[in-house]
C-alpha cells in the first residue's frame, strides 16, 4: 500500500502562485510514477503532470506546461507541484497519484495509477 497526502491548496488570484505537495509513504518507491491531476464539478479528470521516481522524467499536460512545475524530493518522500500565473480555469480539486505500470504512453490515463490522495481543492478567481 502506498499512502498519499496532499496539502498547500487553497484560493489564489489569477496570476498568483502556489505549491501543492504531497507526502508519500508506505512503500519503496523507485518502481513508481507520480502524478497530480485535477478534477473541476462537472468535468472529467484531467491529467496536470507525472515525474518518474526514480530517474525524474516529468511529463505536462498541455494546459499547464511552461506554468507548472512538478519535483520530487527523494529524502523527503514528496513530490510538489509549482503553479504559476494562475488562471481561474485552473480552480479544481487537485489529486496525487501513484502507479507501478505506468508506462510513457500510459503516463496521462488516470486508470493506471494505483493509489490516490484524499484531494486538496485550488480556487483561483479573476
Known amino acids: 500500500q502506498v499512502q498519499l497526502v496532499e496539502s498547500g491548496g487553497g484560493l489564489a488570484q489569477a496570476g498568483d502562485s502556489l505549491r501543492l505537495s504531497c507526502e508519500v509513504s508506505?512503500?519503496?518507491?523507485?518502481?513508481?510514477?507520480l502524478g497530480w491531476f485535477r478534477q473541476a464539478p462537472g468535468q472529467e479528470r484531467e491529467f496536470v503532470a507525472s515525474?518518474?521516481?526514480?530517474?525524474?522524467?516529468?511529463y505536462y499536460g498541455d494546459s499547464v506546461k511552461d506554468r507548472f512545475t512538478i519535483s520530487r524530493d527523494n529524502a523527503k518522500d514528496t513530490v510538489s507541484l509549482e503553479m504559476n500565473m494562475l488562471k481561474p480555469e485552473d480552480t479544481a480539486v487537485y489529486y496525487c497519484?501513484?502507479?507501478?505500470?505506468?508506462?510513457?504512453?500510459?503516463?496521462?490515463?488516470?486508470?493506471?495509477?494505483?493509489?490516490w490522495g484524499q484531494g486538496t481543492q485550488v480556487t483561483v478567481s479573476a
Open positions: 497519484a501513484a502507479g507501478a505500470q505506468v508506462t510513457g504512453a500510459t503516463m496521462t490515463w488516470s486508470e493506471k495509477y494505483d493509489y
Open positions: 508506505g512503500r519503496t518507491l523507485n518502481a513508481y510514477v
Open positions: 515525474i518518474t521516481w526514480n530517474i525524474g522524467i516529468k
